[in-house]
C-alpha cells in the first residue's frame, strides 16, 4: 500500500486542493481519487482557516469513497464537546465544553470559524456525528497514526473503552471531560501531547503572564533528558527551566516496530522527520505555513526527501 500522510487542514481548502491535485488527485463523483494511492488525514480540519465546511466536506468524501482515512484530532474532540450537553447537570443546560464565563468566552473564540458557518444549521449537528466516527488513532499493518503522540500505556487504557473503530463514546466524551479522569488524561494525551509537572518548586510564566507548573515535552526527542532540552517552548523560556530529568516514567518509549505520523505541532521551517520512525506533518498551514504530506511508499526507515510542501 501507498499513503499519502496530510497535516492539520484547519479550514484551508484552498491549500488542501492545491496540494491534492499537486500529489495526483483528482475529483471524480464528488471526491477525490488517486489510482493507487489512499490519504490519511491526521486530524485537526477545522478552526482558524476560511473555508472550515469546504474542508470538512472534502476530507469525509474521501472518507466515504474509501479514498481516504481520518482520525480524530483535538480541535474535533473540542467541537464535539461543545455540541453535547453535560448529562450531569440537571437543572440547566451546560455543555462539556463551557460557553459561559471567560473559559467560554475563550472556547468561543478558538472555535469562532468553525460556527460562523455551522452554528444553527443542520451541518453542525451533521459534521459532529461525523466527528463521533473517527478513531483516535490508526495502527495499521504497516504504519501507525495519532494526532500528538503515540503512547502505549494510554492506548492499551482506551482499548476495551472505545467503540468498535476506536472511537469515542458518548461516555467516554463525559469521562474525557473531567479532569480527575484518568480517560481524560489519556485521551488528552494521544490528542494534544505529553504534559508532565516540573520539579517541586519551579514554575515559568506563560506569554500572558500566568504562573505554569506542567510543560509539554518533545517526547519523540530520545536524545534530551532535561526539562531545558525536551520542552516543548520557545527557546528563550526554554532555557530558564531547571536542566532536571524528566522522569522516565512521564515519558513515552517508542517501541519503533513501525513509522508513527503526527500532527499538532505547529512546526516551521523546512520539514525534518522527528526520528527515522516518527514523522510530524504539520508546519502550521492553519497559521501561514504550508500544508504538508509525506508520500509513504513502504520505507520502514522514514526518508525526508519524501515531505510535500505545499507553499500556500
Ligand atoms: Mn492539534
Request: contains cysteine; proline residues 7%.
Amino acid at each position: 500500500m501507498s499513503f499519502d500522510i496530510i497535516g492539520d487542514v484547519h479550514g484551508q481548502a484552498d491549500k488542501l486542493e492545491a496540494l491534492l491535485q499537486a500529489m495526483g488527485y483528482r475529483k471524480r463523483a464528488g471526491s477525490y481519487q488517486h489510482p493507487h494511492r489512499t490519504a490519511i488525514f491526521v486530524g485537526d480540519y477545522i478552526d482558524r482557516g476560511p473555508r472550515q465546511l469546504d474542508t470538512y466536506r472534502i476530507v469525509w468524501s474521501m472518507v466515504e469513497s474509501g479514498d481516504a482515512q481520518a482520525i480524530l484530532g483535538n480541535h474535533e474532540f473540542n467541537a464535539i464537546a461543545w455540541n453535547m450537553p453535560d448529562p450531569e447537570v440537571q437543572d440547566e443546560l451546560q455543555y462539556l465544553r463551557p460557553r459561559h464565563g471567560d473559559q467560554g468566552a475563550r472556547n468561543r473564540h478558538q472555535h469562532r470559524h468553525f460556527l460562523a458557518e455551522v452554528e444553527g444549521t443542520a451541518q453542525h449537528d451533521e459534521a459532529i456525528e461525523w466527528f463521533l466516527t473517527l478513531p483516535l488513532w490508526l495502527d495499521l499493518p504497516e504504519l501507525r497514526v495519532v494526532h500528538a503522540c503515540w503512547h502505549d500505556g494510554y492506548i492499551v487504557e482506551l482499548q476495551p473503552l472505545l467503540g468498535p473503530s476506536r472511537t469515542l463514546t458518548p461516555e467516554l466524551m463525559v469521562r474525557a471531560s473531567r479532569r480527575e479522569d484518568p480517560v481524560f488524561r489519556a485521551v488528552e494525551g494521544l490528542t494534544k501531547g505529553i504534559e508532565v509537572a516540573l520539579p517541586d518548586g519551579h514554575m515559568f510564566l506563560d506569554k500572558d503572564g500566568h504562573e505554569r507548573r506542567n510543560v509539554r515535552i518533545r517526547w519523540w526527542d530520545e536524545g534530551g533528558s532535561s526539562f531545558r532540552e525536551l520542552a516543548l517552548m520557545p527557546e528563550q523560556e526554554r532555557m530558564a527551566l531547571p536542566d532536571l530529568r524528566v522522569p522516565e516514567e512521564a515519558r513515552p518509549v517508542y517501541d519503533q516496530r513501525k513509522p508513527v505520523f503526527i500532527g499538532h505541532y505547529w512546526l516551521s521551517g523546512a520539514p525534518a522527520l522527528q526520528s527515522e520512525r516518527i514523522a510530524c506533518v504539520d508546519y502550521s498551514a492553519g497559521k501561514g505555513g504550508p500544508l504538508v504530506a509525506y508520500r509513504w511508499d513502504g520505507e520502514p526507515t522514514l526518508d525526508a526527501n519524501h515531505f510535500h510542501v505545499q507553499e500556500p
